[in-house]
């Protein structure tokens, strides 16, 4: 999180519009234990449910793209709302307000971009998505449409979503915030919050918990695979009930 | 606008999360001429039409609590996300998140309340309505469900909003801004636009296009007295088809 | 349904998209004998049982403007389907394709007009109402939105609908075809049909089977006359089970 | 809940469907302190978020047929699902599955009608009704639809329902338990829990856990009422923020 | 269905929520014939619109998890409701109400588990399907959601599910029935019912008609191959038209 | 759009039914060019909105059966209704209203089946789609379900719809009109608009209005090109920010 100089917006939106400039970042070594868990989602959603905290969105509710990919990095936000003025005089003016360039910018390798969009439209393009990796996002997690569902596909660059659309934009949203806290299918994120995604779906560890989080998950983490190992083994319905995997 | 001190926040949220102590206010004189439009929220929908703004609400999708009742004043804004505490955690930690006194702390005579909460818990109970008006707030709209539905009756105090609920907000919420950029039921609210709400629907006004919206809602509002006036004395359907009463 | 001259359209739509100038209507004293049943639609709705019908539609899902009111008519019918220019260009244009003038223009005194229209926008204006009722029509059931709630009210005139709004029509719906076959929340209408709606729904009986449902609807109204009596003077629970009241 | 005689079911269902013939009734006296609840249903939901029970059902989601109702009395419960027949075979067979008076048949004064139905046609008619409320239910709660809905309002009668419709249940609908565990809105209520609804919802507290919900809730709107009293005489927002009255 | 000893419960759920022990079952020879059909769904469900029957799930309600699976096999059923423990209260005192071991234990080769569950959380986790699977089911309807979605494609175990979620169950459900009647997406299915399913859907044939409406399918299935290679040798439509293979 | 002879109707449907025999089809080189777009939906999405079109749909509302496919040809329409027969009743008298075949029979070469129906059974099984492309439809656009999912996959012909289901539409549809106007997902249809659908989406393109589409369309269509160049080549964001591609 130390770096020589500051950075610079792009000047797309106020500079006010653009909370953090940094975002906290987890130690690596941390987001790699992370990664290191068997079963990623279900192992943190059920350490989550111990601790008493909500972040965890189903699958069904905000799909992969593609199934078997899963990501662990810190996430980076933009929030995305209806803009006032009537498609067509938008088109007609040229006034486009989509700013997830700024978010771009601002991207450190490891970074997951998170988006409070709104649906219908593209709330990021094919070739916006191609600068999104190139600048270090190893992922989205976007709850709305996107546009160029070929080019999203044949990347292999693993994005969560609501679905695909050929519809623009540009003329229909305004990006009013980066580095806010953002709501993403009902659950709260912020900044630096670790984004940890799986094909069953996403969880959002707030980073002030993470290590506590983590700690919790491990211990599930042993438990589950030896519950595993007795079931493959055969071990009758009964006696598997009587076992405590959990401590 | 201009005032003698700056108003003090009540230190229940972050001070970076009141993004404006004062909203822009319209001069007194063209708020009350809004006010003077027989048909208040369809005469506007139909100028924004004309000048390619979006910016209204269908009352089907975000009714009055009563009936008959009508306001026009500028928007001071909230937003509700959901907390990551889970529920029972937080009721016994009791961390209460909820922070719309900031936004009572705010009002000035004449103000609108304009919420983007949550569903299923009350994002502004009773009590909170009644120090709501005492401050000076005419109503509120607000995207999002409410507690104390007789008390909202029994005030006469006119309200937008999405339905009651007996669960409170303090656990499951949190206030993150006052007078940011909100979205009701996909509609852009600025603090300051102004909230011009009947039983049709609310319609929200840009600040900086009000007086341009308000030219053509006059004209539209003689056109249409003209026209009712025909169809009560009887003119035939052909020759009311004929005759163009919006110029 | 004899009469001396043809009907004339307005020109508002082509000729070949008013399917017919003259709906099929029952005799009077038919009318009559439905208009005499003591539980309107739902006696309706036990004898379209009986017979294999489907047409009735619950007031959950369409509910009436104003409880307390009935109507029993036959059904003028007009769809609404969106147009293909954007609102603000079709605005600019001043290019008006909403049509249910030629609809009043072929009313008949004792019609209902039946619209399958859409949601958002008014498929009828309070003043487009007003000339409904002058022209006959004794009430309106439309599935989407209308405009100017107050006045709807005011006017006492029945009508079934699925909110308000008071965004206009014009600019964004076309009107394709007056006296076609319609939906109607998923159930068939044709032009000449009985529509009987009271506070529990809205019955689409269908003009060909008329009497042999009013027929039936009859013996299950004597049915549920004794039955009523029965349970206000007290028979026991296990009695009522026992008799037969349907035959 | 003691009693010379066992209850004798109608036989309308096989008496393994009826799961208990009398459910466990509070003392009266208990049931009175919940009524003496100045806000009862805010005051139980707050209560109960302490305890972390879940049990409660917003307004928005299960409204009350009247307004400025309420009721307190234990839940008689009873579960329909759809049916194997076809409507038309149904009715042609006359073989109604029905079964809402084994419930009706097994009511006490003070009891509440708890119904987990199905939408679109009517779980009870108004001639049920008036059999419900003659055998001594004080009112119902009704996840599904009703019939007969100006029977319903001029009855007086205290219901909850998703709404009304003109269809009926018999050839649609079977009843499969009574006095089983149903689902209402998603929550969980076992037969002899305490029904508690007003205007703003209806709470589910478990049998079991009455008392311990009564305390708390006691308490809680003991701190209500004060505060209450101190917004109305004025104290400023930031006074009443750093008062505690909860304890 | 003969048995020399009686099955035994694991004591999981109380007794009397256990139905029955043994589920009724067809005789393997015409649960043969039915896999035998070549149309499965399609075929099933044309031939219970004849003979009135209502059992029928499309697929884009009830999705299978992977195409190209196909199952025929006597349902055993479970059903799952919200528990009235808040999650973390739960999560904390480490009481799991989920009960689908009990399922397990009185599967016998050949059985369909069917699972009227609870959406967001998972209703069976992959271990659980593991144990499922070595207990002798031979795939599940579930109307509900799923964890492990990795586990279940690479299974290759044919389920039918509304998605996957990383989200426990043991805090959030409660099992209160094991072969009781439930409602699958709004459709009964009574223990012992054949569940037929493949890509198209899923057909629950009640246990008494299944003879019934084999034949009629069968009779539908050699009309429908008729059918299929006239139009494969270039029979035109006019022609295709008039042919009657139904009979 | 010459023809020797005038079509002939299969007699399925009543004459005045079926509202061209011929629909408007553009010249085959204008179809070309508009194949050869890199980014068909999305550089013709864009297009629409500069010149102020409504008429596209999102894949994630209307999604494709096979990914990889796409399509460019004329709408040939259709509109089913649900019907007034109840389905058991239909079952029993074999009265198929459903009538496809009329719109197979007038498809010329290369025409797109476009079919506004109803949801939940079938509104083309797979023999209806073996024959909808033996008679030159090169796909469909359906606004509903259909059956045979296996069929249609086998057959790689593509086709856009709302899911699958195995239950037939013969006793529950009634085909009213062919080559009428039709409304896909909320957008208007006319026969002869060229349907153009990708992965991303489904575009109709008004008749009228295609070439000014399609010259919009190849402008932007190179602005693209260039732009994903320099972004390949690794331009700057700020950089690629300040470039106009679109003139």
Same mark, same amino acid.
């Given at each position: 999180?130390?770096? !020589?100089?500051?950075?610079? $917006? ?13 975002i906290p970042r987890l130690?690596?070594?941390l #987001?790699?234990?992370f ?9 943190l959603s059920?350490a989550m449910?111990?601790l008493g905290i909500v972040g965890v ?12 990919? =899963?990501? #662990?990095?810190p996430a980076?936000t ?14 007609? &003016?040229? $006034? ?18 998170v988006? &409070? ?6 709330? !990021? ?24 569902? &070929?080019?999203? =596909?044949? !990347?292999?660059?693993?994005?969560? %979503? ?19 806290k953002v709501?993403i %299918?009902?659950v709260q994120v912020s900044p630096g919050d670790l984004v940890c ?5 996403v969880c959002f560890v707030p980073h002030q918990q993470a290590e506590a989080v983590l =700690?919790v998950a ?18 009758? #319905? ?10």
């Amino acid at each position: 999180m130390q770096r !020589m100089t500051e950075k610079k $917006t792009l000047g797309r939106l106020p500079r006010e519009a653009i909370r953090m400039l940094e975002i906290p970042r987890l130690p690596q070594d941390l #987001v790699e234990q992370f990664k290191a868990l068997v079963d990623l989602t279900g192992t943190l959603s059920d350490a989550m449910d111990e601790l008493g905290i909500v972040g965890v969105i189903p699958a069904y509710v905000l799909p992969p793209v593609t199934n078997g990919t =899963r990501i #662990v990095g810190p996430a980076l936000t933009l929030r995305n709302i209806q803009r006032t003025a009537q498609i067509h005089k938008a088109a007609q &003016e040229k $006034t486009n307000t989509q700013g997830e360039s700024e978010a771009h910018n601002l991207a450190e390798p490891g970074d997951v971009l998170v988006i &409070e969009g709104i649906m219908g439209c593209s709330n !990021m393009g094919g070739q916006s998505a191609t600068i999104a990796r190139r600048q270090g996002f190893i992922g989205a997690v976007v709850d709305a449409t996107l546009r160029d569902p &070929e080019q999203y =596909r044949s !990347m292999g660059w693993p994005v969560w %979503c609501r679905g695909f659309t050929p519809i623009t934009g540009k003329w229909r949203m305004q990006t009013v915030e980066v580095n806010g806290k953002v709501q993403i %299918c009902g659950v709260q994120v912020s900044p630096g919050d670790l984004v940890c995604a799986d094909e069953a779906g996403v969880c959002f560890v707030p980073h002030q918990q993470a290590e506590a989080v983590l =700690r919790v998950a491990q211990k599930i983490d042993a438990g589950d695979t030896k519950r595993k190992k007795d079931i493959d083994s055969g071990v009758a #319905v009964a006696d598997l009930m009587k076992k405590n995997y959990k401590s």
